[in-house]
């Protein structure tokens, strides 16, 4: 299931124009990464949240930034409902 979430949040990275040549499961999302803003961040959580089920709280925009991929992979599929997982 990871995989697919990681394929899933390259391609939206990609359409928000974001650069992922290099990236990896240890890149963040943050500065020292992606370099997503606040808005970016908001809006990649709304399409996982659409594609995966799943909810983010309002609060927890700042700690994606400070994710990597792996683990944002990892806390998207620890929350995905099993009856309904894609």
Do not use: Q, W
């Not at 999302?29 to 992606?34: E, I, R, S």
């Amino acid at each position: 299931m990871t995989d697919e979430i990681r394929s899933f949040l390259f391609a939206a990275l990609i359409e928000m124009k974001y650069d992922i040549e290099d990236a990896d499961d240890d890149t963040v999302f943050g500065p020292a990464g992606f370099d997503v803003d606040s808005l970016g961040l908001a809006e990649l959580a709304v399409r996982v949240e659409d594609r995966f089920g799943v909810k983010f709280d309002d609060d927890e925009a700042e700690s994606l930034a400070m994710m990597t991929v792996g683990e944002f992979c990892r806390t998207v599929a620890l929350r995905i409902p099993t009856a309904s997982a894609h």
